[in-house]
């Protein structure tokens, strides 16, 4: 690789890893937001809940046209785009603080401006200036790099909220998320036309691509495992607290399990996406989903304690982003890179759908028996499945560049 196209590289992922750090780190904060909005506003947590809840469905449907257009049109707008709406989402409820502005603002805004900056199209741009043979490697760098904001921005909002209050922080992190346009336009350092790729099928050919790619059999059992990333981790990101609760442990264990996630998904992700330099994409994503399931298992048969709980959380926190590396490999393997954004964003709804229901489950189980203990075997279930699926899939007939 020339020296020109390895510094552009650096700058891709350096400018993928700061943007998925922002948005997906701000995201990850609302769940701080949710009692002291009440206090300070007085907005009832619903409104905050049902807001969350919108903002996964609508990510998961902006995120194939999200990377149609960055496919076709540029990642790197595509991700300024993002910036925008992101900080209109945070500053509608900041400055006006009523149901109809978090629901617009959190739900809807966020939703969209989530699937502009996060993964898709930042790390489509990634997989396409990287060489083949360093494709996984680079994505996986650019997804543990963006893990950082998820595992410092957490404390930080706790901070401010608990400093300045809840709506000068939603203020403050509208103004934050605007970084992401200067570093989007780094991406755009030389556009997808200057090294000779074609561009993508765009938003008009989405719904053509979506079938074609849907009616591959392996392609569909890549989604069907997607889905089930997404069941289990949004059950556990929400849950786990609750049950740990429910079990008679610290309070604060929840908060310190969910940090440790994070902190060890880092170098998980790197890892992660560097194995698909040596291995199939699909191999890895079935022995990470047997991880998993594997963990959830036992972390479900014995009784939990403190140390065991941290050590589950270190577990699933190496593996936790770790598909996402693996999965953006798996389809350039088998498509190429001219249209990943868009095929990974297909891909990914099905992430989101299984989140809506894996979380969406978990309350109206705790709601109902008041508490866990049935919902364990359907995660161990979903996982198995997961792992089949992606060792069913057959080897891509040749190598796409």
Aim: net charge positive; glycine share 16%; proline share 5%.
């Amino acid at each position: 690789m020339r020296a020109h196209d390895n510094t552009r590289l650096w700058v891709v992922v350096a400018a993928a890893a700061a943007s998925i750090s922002l948005a997906l780190g701000i995201r990850q904060t609302f769940g701080l937001f949710l009692l002291p909005l009440t206090a300070e506003a007085g907005l009832s947590p619903v409104w905050l809940g049902a807001a969350v809840a919108l903002h996964n469905l609508v990510w998961g449907l902006a995120q194939p046209v999200a990377g149609a257009i960055g496919d076709k049109g540029g990642a790197g707008k595509v991700m300024a785009t993002g910036g925008v709406l992101m900080a209109i989402g945070l500053a509608l409820p900041a400055l006006w603080p009523h149901p109809l502005t978090v629901m617009l603002g959190i739900g809807v805004g966020t939703g969209l401006g989530v699937a502009c900056a996060g993964t898709g199209a930042a790390l489509a741009a990634v997989g396409r200036a990287a060489s083949p043979e360093k494709r996984g490697e680079m994505i996986g760098l650019a997804s543990a790099g963006g893990s950082l904001g998820q595992a410092a921005l957490v404390p930080l909002a706790q901070g401010l909220i608990g400093g300045v209050g809840a709506l000068a922080t939603l203020g403050l992190f509208a103004a934050v998320i605007l970084l992401v346009v200067p570093i989007g336009r780094s991406v755009e350092w030389r556009g997808p036309t200057s090294t000779g790729q074609p561009a993508g099928a765009g938003l008009a050919g989405l719904p053509a691509l979506a079938r074609q790619a849907l009616a591959d059999r392996d392609y569909a059992l890549l989604t069907l495992g997607f889905f089930a990333c997404g069941f289990q981790l949004a059950f556990l990101t929400m849950h786990l607290p609750s049950h740990l609760t429910l079990c008679g442990l610290p309070a604060g264990l929840g908060a310190a399990a969910l940090l440790t996630v994070g902190l060890f998904n880092i170098p998980g992700s790197w890892l992660c996406g560097k194995a698909s330099n040596y291995v199939r994409p699909e191999l890895a994503l079935g022995a990470i989903y047997m991880v998993r399931t594997v963990a959830i298992g036992v972390f479900a048969a014995v009784p939990p304690t403190e140390t065991g709980t941290l050590v589950f959380a270190a577990v699933m926190g190496f593996v936790w982003l770790g598909t996402i590396p693996l999965t953006s490999a798996a389809i350039a393997q088998r498509f190429g890179v001219r249209d990943l954004g868009a095929l990974y964003g297909v891909c990914f709804l099905s992430h989101q759908v299984g989140g809506f229901l894996g979380a969406g489950a978990g309350a109206v189980l705790l709601e109902t028996a008041g508490n866990y203990d049935s919902f364990w075997p359907v995660m161990i279930g979903v996982g198995l499945v997961a792992s089949l699926a992606n060792w069913m899939m057959r080897p891509p007939v040749r190598a796409v560049a």
